[in-house]
C-alpha cells in the first residue's frame, strides 16, 4: 500500500505577539503621535518650561500605552461593524483570530501599565487619570452616538 504524499502545509497562522501588535496598530504610529503633541505641549506648559526628564517619559509611554489600550477597547466596540469596511475588515478582532474578551484583557494590561506609570506622579494626577480612563473606554462605544 503506497504511503500518501504529506498534505501540502497551509499559510502560517500569525503569532499572538503579531496579533496583539496588529491590535494595537503598532505599525500605525501616527495615532499615538497624534496624542503625543498636545500631551507634551500641555506638559511643557504646566511646567513653565522643560517638566523634567521622569514626567517626560511618564506622560510619552503612558500615551503610547493608552493609545494602545484605546485600540483594543475600539475594536470590541466596532467589531461588527468593521466587518463592512474594506479598511477594517481584517483587524485580528474583526477575523476572529484575537477573541473579544482576550482584546479586552490586553486592554486592561495595557491600561495597568499605564496605572502604573501615573503612580509614580502626584495624587491630582493620579485622580485625574481615572477620569481619562473612563473617557478611554467610553469613547469607542459612544463615537457612533454623539
Not at 41 to 60: C, E, N
Not at 112 to 128: Q, W
Request: glycine share 6%.
Amino acid at each position: 500500500m503506497p504511503f500518501a504524499a504529506p498534505a501540502a502545509p497551509g499559510p502560517a497562522q500569525p503569532s499572538r505577539l503579531s496579533l496583539y501588535l496588529q491590535l494595537i496598530r503598532w505599525d500605525r504610529p501616527a495615532g499615538w503621535l497624534l496624542l503625543l503633541w498636545p500631551t507634551l505641549s500641555a506638559l511643557w506648559i504646566a511646567a513653565d518650561g522643560f517638566p523634567g526628564w521622569h514626567l517626560l517619559a511618564v506622560f510619552t509611554l503612558g500615551t503610547v500605552l493608552m493609545r494602545s489600550a484605546g485600540c483594543c477597547v475600539n475594536d470590541v466596540a466596532d467589531r461588527d461593524f468593521d466587518r463592512h469596511v474594506k479598511r477594517t475588515a481584517q483587524r485580528p478582532v474583526t477575523t476572529g483570530a484575537v477573541s473579544a474578551r482576550e482584546a479586552l484583557l490586553l486592554g486592561a494590561a495595557l491600561a495597568l501599565l499605564a496605572f502604573g506609570l501615573v503612580l509614580t506622579t502626584n495624587p491630582p494626577a493620579i485622580l485625574l487619570s481615572f477620569a481619562a480612563l473612563a473617557v478611554a473606554i467610553a469613547y469607542p462605544f459612544a463615537k457612533r452616538v454623539l
